[in-house]
């Protein structure tokens, strides 16, 4: 009996937020190699005789191989694997290399797709990334190589003027990365929005211009949101407060006393 | 007692692949409002108990109004209310629109993400929307507009001329919008995929070229990719039969009878 390979979207963060495929091969697996934007909340669901490691890169570290050696072994061993990243395995996760390794090696696997960040902080945010009249399109793109003005520059010059911007990123560079845009012609006002921790417990929202870039909140991991559609940000639940109280379990329930209880 | 209204993100069509969460309050509903491009599989969850109505545009009636009456009613009325969309809400679902009519109303509401369908279209298709190397960017855009060449080639001028495309659209211009990528300037022999349907039990995928656009199977709701990541695509999975066994495609899935079962 062959193994097989599930290479999953564990979503944004909240476990709520995984599909109902992902939580089902999850609590299934034998195996689960997770990286490290996979909230600790989300790995409570796996099964508790299921071996668990981190696949996950570290920091001046050498990029690992495509595909840990791990997984191919467990695979070849007849096991059920998840391979579980961050967000949706297709962006920004690897897993387009992950599944060509996979296909090489002649073992089956499949990819169940995640909601990918930018998506959780917009709707914890209460920010359309669309919008009639406002915005057409939404990029996504990844700010991590703007660690100086130079590079960042160069990275501003190739984003779109229309639509809104999802970035993802860490949180180190973000006043170079707002003096960057202004220099490329982004408007200083310009309204933008840093989602951290989205969908998580400690999940914050920060609101200012292009230009307050470098003053604003910002806790990794982050998605910086820009475009007019910032501006349109109506009052979804934003506070960790208001999340608890609409959205977990005991979160449909009444606030608690009136709200309706699914 | 004041109802609460969820809009709630279905995800590309196959109902495994909703929200833990959307899975959960659409169960629990008393009223869902579902816009045409929900599955009928996704719909089975409502309870059968529960109202539901199509709140779905017409072909050649007039754009309606941001939010239908009967939902701002029905929370009113206390009840707990869906308000269902296709992908995610926030991306060319009119979400964002229909949030601010119920917080200028006052009724208490939630957004509750889901995968977009460039997500899910991806998955299926074994097509990595950023990879290493190849492409370290998404635009979601529609090509709605693209309706004949004219508009098609403003279109086409706006889009950009690097990373991953995906364009949500109908079937009807794919000749004209194939032109227009060409004549402002895409590569004819540029690779894109349209995926048809995406992650339902009769989903196609059709590769080709840009200038072979007008001749690629579609069908109604597609996501076009376009971009050298379609060119990358391994072997995931597009029968039907493949998806039953996990999304693994005829060349990388074991027999099915072989297959791990969760």
């Known amino acids: 009996v062959s193994g097989f390979v599930w290479i999953v979207g564990a979503g944004p963060g909240d476990p709520e937020l995984l599909t109902v495929r992902a939580a089902r091969v999850l609590a299934a697996a034998d195996v689960v190699a997770y990286d490290e934007l996979v909230s600790a909340d989300v790995l409570e669901l796996v099964d508790a005789r299921a071996e ?125 990365l707002g003096e960057a845009l202004v220099r490329e012609g982004f408007p200083p006002e310009g309204p933008v929005a840093i989602v951290s921790r989205a969908t998580l417990p400690d999940e914050s929202v920060a609101v200012g211009t292009i230009a307050e870039l470098g003053r604003l909140r910002a806790v990794a991991p982050a998605v910086l949101i820009l475009g007019d559609v910032v501006a349109e940000r109506v009052g979804a639940a934003a506070a960790p407060a208001a999340r608890a109280t609409f959205f977990a379990s005991d979160a449909c329930a009444p606030p608690p006393a009136a709200a309706p209880q699914p």
Chains 1, 2 share one sequence.
């Open 52 to 176: 668990t490691f981190s696949v996950g890169r570290r920091a001046g570290c050498p990029t690992p191989p495509a595909l840990d050696s791990r997984i191919v072994a467990h695979a070849r061993a007849g096991k059920r694997v998840v391979r579980l990243k961050g967000g949706d395995p297709h962006v920004f996760g690897r897993g387009g290399e992950e599944a060509r390794v996979l296909h090489a090696e002649g073992i089956p696997f499949a990819i169940v797709p995640g909601v990918s960040a930018a998506f959780g902080a917009a709707a914890s945010a209460g920010i359309p990334l669309t919008l009639r009249g406002v915005s057409a399109r939404l990029t996504i793109a990844t700010a991590h190589e703007a660690k100086d003005l130079e590079h960042a520059r160069s990275f501003a010059r190739t984003l779109p003027r229309e639509g809104t911007i999802a970035l993802y990123m860490g949180v180190a560079h973000l006043a170079i």
